[in-house]
């Protein structure tokens, strides 16, 4: 039973690409949290996500990021026109239930030039 | 908002020793996670409490709840290298609901042989 599986590992974008990150939860899990962590700063929470739907999107900035968990396939953390200051490890976790984040992705690691 | 404190925010060992390490919410908790974290790596769940007062061990590793201190410590008896990388605690920063967890900044544990 594979872990929570994201994809790439590690992301290079120019100024002003798009990014896409993938994150396929745990089998039989239908909740998904990402979290972002900057250099020298602590995990901060950006969205969860049930099943199509979109549950707390508060640490979410309010431009440029958008997430979805279709009902097939795995979750999409989508940054449009990336900035210098978006440049992060971005990790993903999953849960049956929603009530315990126990299973993280090994993350991917954004570079943006 | 709620915010996680931890200290030390680095700590050197030599194998073998004990050491704390400890995680004080300004907040009440109602749950509180330790993982550890390689550098480049995801983060692997260690364990999560829930109640006052609750202890919880796996091998060398011990955590406690105080809720009226609103702290949590980690306990590693007998170090060894493997035990190096950066522990980081998660509060639940709601009663209920989804895990939208607020983190500490870190640990970073370098055990020598």
């Known amino acids: 039973n594979a872990g929570v599986m994201q994809n790439p590992r590690h992301l290079v974008r120019r100024r002003g690409q798009e990014a896409r990150l993938r994150c396929s939860p745990m089998?039989?899990?239908?909740?998904v949290y990402w979290y972002r962590q900057l250099p020298e700063e602590g995990l901060k929470f950006m969205v969860y996500?049930?099943?199509?739907?979109?549950?707390?999107e508060s640490g979410m900035p309010k431009e440029r990021f958008s997430a979805e968990f279709p009902k097939e396939g795995p979750s999409i953390l989508r940054i449009q026109q990336v900035v210098r200051g978006d440049s992060a490890a971005y990790f993903c976790?999953?849960?049956?239930?929603?009530?315990?984040?126990?299973?993280f992705g090994s993350g991917t690691r954004l570079t943006v030039v | 908002s709620q915010e996680l404190e931890q200290s030390p925010q680095s700590l050197i060992v030599q194998e073998g020793k004990n050491l704390t390490i400890n995680c004080t919410s300004s907040?009440?908790?109602?749950?509180l996670y330790w993982y550890k974290q390689k550098y480049g790596e995801g983060l692997i769940f260690l364990m999560m409490?829930?109640?006052?007062?609750e202890e919880k061990s796996h091998e060398k590793i011990t955590a406690k709840l105080d809720e009226k201190k609103q702290q949590s410590s980690l306990h590693i008896t007998a170090s060894q290298p493997s035990h190096a990388g950066i522990y980081l605690c998660?509060?639940?920063?709601?009663?209920?609901?989804?895990?939208?967890?607020?983190f500490g900044k870190g640990t970073k544990l370098t055990v020598n042989p």
């Open positions: 976790a999953s849960s049956p239930t929603g009530d315990a984040l126990d299973t």
């Open positions: 089998k039989g899990h239908s909740h």
């Open positions: 996500l049930q099943k199509e739907n979109i549950i707390d």
């Open positions: 907040k009440t908790l109602y749950g």
């Open positions: 409490l829930q109640k006052g007062g």
């Open positions: 998660g509060a639940d920063s709601t009663q209920g609901g989804s895990e939208k967890l607020v």
